[in-house]
């Protein structure tokens, strides 16, 4: 019997699961959105408790490893048995008031320096929340959970939290800190942390002998679902717009991570901008209906700065500057145009600031997420980025299966850990 793997990808609205068979090929994929909203860690559990059980008995019961990629960022302060205390803090939550303890701790090259970063929101964390026990990022909660075990934390979730890649250990005056029992222990992406919880094994119906493996980002898993080439850039078009390419060599500047995804430098930013403006102007059948009225070969005229809300992280690491959605003319469509080529220009912006930092500029951009299913758009962002543009429709959750399976090919094992 040849081994499946599984893929959870937990992201801004929702999860979605993926199962590979042992070449990789994509056997099934399913989503749902969260009961209320990111902020409730029991509507990630239960949401993946549902999407799992859907799964059909003749693929559940041929799994072998699983991995999980999350919303790189979202905090959630919880017990040591992970109960959650109070509501995540978001991704995009910049705690602005905790920018002089950030540069007594982490030097101002670190990816945790910027007051939209986890360890601000770590910070306000232990500041409103006294004795709290552990701070966890989606995924780790999420791996938690599938363990009932909380102690890890995967190496590229916890880049923006403090953790130094290249040094093996927290960054600055980090692990001098009174808190850090609060923080996890690191795991490198693709390492097994342990076998399923027995008694969760037998609610979801899944093997018993099922190995729980460290996944990666959400924007991470999405890039090794795109399978990209060395010359190729990786842009996810989802609820925020990510940038990111391998290199040679980690990147480092405010905003930007450098990961360490199967033995490669993956680097990037994530933009407060996306698709999420877009949906609070319109629903998926007027975006489409008004992409059709739009010629993206012509300019709009119109000069909008599409972010979600007050604050922006890259390509510029700013947390007052405010969106530009104004004057918006009477054509709806006109107004869609706008926003399509604000949204362009942030991913320009995007690659031209990677390549002040000492990226290739991409001679070809791949594109994920739900606008990478958009023609208009996809244009449109051809012209401004002066390269090609395609579209790969595999789920990030594929992406993140990937490790899962790159486990089970190494054949790692986990008895320590069992």
């Known amino acids: 019997m040849l081994p499946l793997v599984l893929g959870l990808d937990l992201g801004t609205s929702g999860v979605r699961v993926a199962v590979l068979d042992a070449t990789g090929q994509l056997l ?3 989503s749902t959105t969260y009961a209320r909203d990111l902020r409730h860690a029991e509507d990630w559990s239960r949401a993946c408790s549902d999407l799992i059980v859907g799964i059909p008995e003749t693929l559940r019961s041929k799994l072998r490893a699983m991995a999980v990629d999350g919303t790189s960022g979202t905090l959630l302060a919880c017990r040591a048995d992970g109960t ?12 602005p008031e905790q920018s002089k303890l950030l540069r007594d701790l982490v030097p101002s090259t670190s990816p945790a320096a910027s007051s939209s970063g986890s360890l601000a929101r770590a910070l306000r964390l232990l500041k409103e ?9 989606q995924a780790d909660w999420i791996n938690g959970w599938l363990l009932q075990d909380w102690q890890w934390g995967e ?5 923006r939290l403090g953790w130094n890649p290249q040094q093996g250990d927290w960054d600055g005056a980090i692990a001098q800190q009174r808190w850090t029992s609060a923080l996890p222990s690191i795991k490198p ?8 919880n027995g008694d969760l094994a037998l609610e979801l119906g899944l093997p018993s002998e099922l190995r729980v493996v460290a996944g990666t980002t959400d924007s991470n898993a999405a890039v090794l679902a795109a399978d990209p080439h060395q010359e190729d850039g990786v842009t996810v078009l989802g609820t925020t717009l990510v940038m990111k390419r391998f290199t040679t060599k980690p990147i480092v500047g405010p905003g930007i991570t450098s990961h360490r995804v199967g033995g490669r430098w993956l680097c990037g930013g994530a933009s407060n901008a996306g698709a999420g403006v877009l949906r609070h102007f319109f629903s998926d059948s007027q975006l489409k209906e008004l992409s059709r009225q739009i010629d993206p070969e012509s300019s709009s005229g119109l000069q909008y700065l599409p972010l979600s809300g007050k604050g922006e992280r890259f390509p510029v690491d700013d947390p007052g500057l405010m969106p530009v959605l104004e004057p918006r003319p009477v054509s709806d469509a006109l107004f869609l145009h706008g926003l399509f080529e604000g949204l362009a220009a942030i991913e320009a912006q995007g690659w031209k600031r990677l390549q002040e930092l000492g990226a290739d500029p991409p001679k070809r951009v791949i594109s994920l997420g739900g606008g990478a299913r958009n023609p208009q758009w996809r244009r449109l962002r051809e012209r401004r980025l002066g390269c090609p543009v395609r579209s790969c429709t595999l789920p990030p959750a594929a992406g993140v299966a ?4 790159q486990a089970l090919h190494t054949g790692e094992s986990a008895q320590q850990h069992r």
Do not use: D, K
């Open 28 to 30: 099934y994929s399913s």
């Open 129 to 137: 929340i006294p004795g709290l026990n552990l701070l966890r990022h």
């Open 402 to 405: 990937r490790l899962a399976l």
């Open 189 to 196: 992406s693709g390492t097994v942390l342990g076998w399923i």
């Open 84 to 95: 959650p205390i109070g509501q995540a803090l978001l991704y995009s939550q910049a705690c």
């Open 155 to 159: 190496e590229g979730n916890n880049l």
